[in-house]
């Protein structure tokens, strides 16, 4: 298995709901990384865990939330979003938090906030 | 601090023509990797290629090749004889600490 595997695809919620973000490889990898992704823009870092410990957060609002229950798996939970959060989120992995050998990226979540 | 600047917004050709990517790069450190991502319209972002600053050898892979030159900071991609399906927007990106890509340059293949 080579993927990183984010359900749901595409997600669409109003501003006072919760939702959650899933993100699943199973490569062995001890790193995973959230990006956001704005239309026409690269994407860019939010969190990174490394050994299922959160090493990086790029100063993310706290309406984001990220969780990281075993070493295949990364949650992120959103609550009262704004419209301009609206973006494709990103998940990744990597085998180590070096990086050395690359990231592996998911098809990403296109959400929507309305 | 890191930056990566790609220089290219759009770039589009007619099938069958090369295409270079130019991307610059800015760091400090003296350890760090290098990359070529892929991004077609279905989002998903597909590796093709990776270099390590202390590699600067050149190769070609199929149809891809790289030209990483560290004294100027520059780490070119060519896609050769280019097809329809090379349709996207390439990504260079730089890892240090974090992989921080370039703005990205949108390359269209016409038939």
């Known amino acids: 298995d080579t993927e990183v595997t984010q359900t749901p695809k595409h997600l669409v919620m109003g501003m006072t709901n919760k939702k959650s973000l899933k993100c699943e490889q199973h490569m062995g990898h001890r790193a995973m990384y959230w990006y956001k992704q704005k239309a026409k823009k690269p994407p860019e870092l939010m969190f990174v865990?490394?050994?299922?410990?959160?090493?990086i957060n790029e100063s993310v609002p706290s309406r984001f939330s990220p969780e990281c229950p075993n070493s295949s798996l990364l949650n992120l939970h959103l609550h009262a979003l704004q419209p301009e959060d609206s973006a494709l989120y990103l998940c990744?992995?990597?085998?180590?938090?070096?990086?050395?050998?690359?990231?592996?990226f998911g098809s990403g979540t296109r959400l929507t906030v309305v | 601090a890191q930056k990566v600047t790609q220089a290219q917004t759009e770039i589009s050709v007619v099938e069958k023509e090369d295409v270079t990517l130019d991307c610059v790069y800015e760091?400090?450190?003296?350890?760090?990797?290098l990359f070529w991502y892929k991004q077609p319209p279905s989002g998903e972002l597909v590796f093709l290629i990776r270099?390590?600053?202390?590699?600067?050898q050149n190769e070609i892979s199929g149809r891809y090749s790289w030209n990483f030159q560290k004294s100027t900071s520059s780490f070119n991609f060519t896609i050769t004889a280019s097809q329809v399906v090379d349709s996207a927007v390439y990504f260079c990106a730089l890892n240090d600490y974090k992989l921080s890509f370039g703005a990205g340059t949108t390359v269209t293949v016409r038939a």
């Open positions: 865990y490394s050994y299922e410990k959160l090493s």
């Open positions: 760091t400090r450190d003296t350890t760090y990797y």
């Open positions: 990744a992995s990597s085998q180590d938090g070096q990086s050395r050998y690359g990231y592996t």
């Open positions: 270099r390590n600053s202390f590699d600067e």
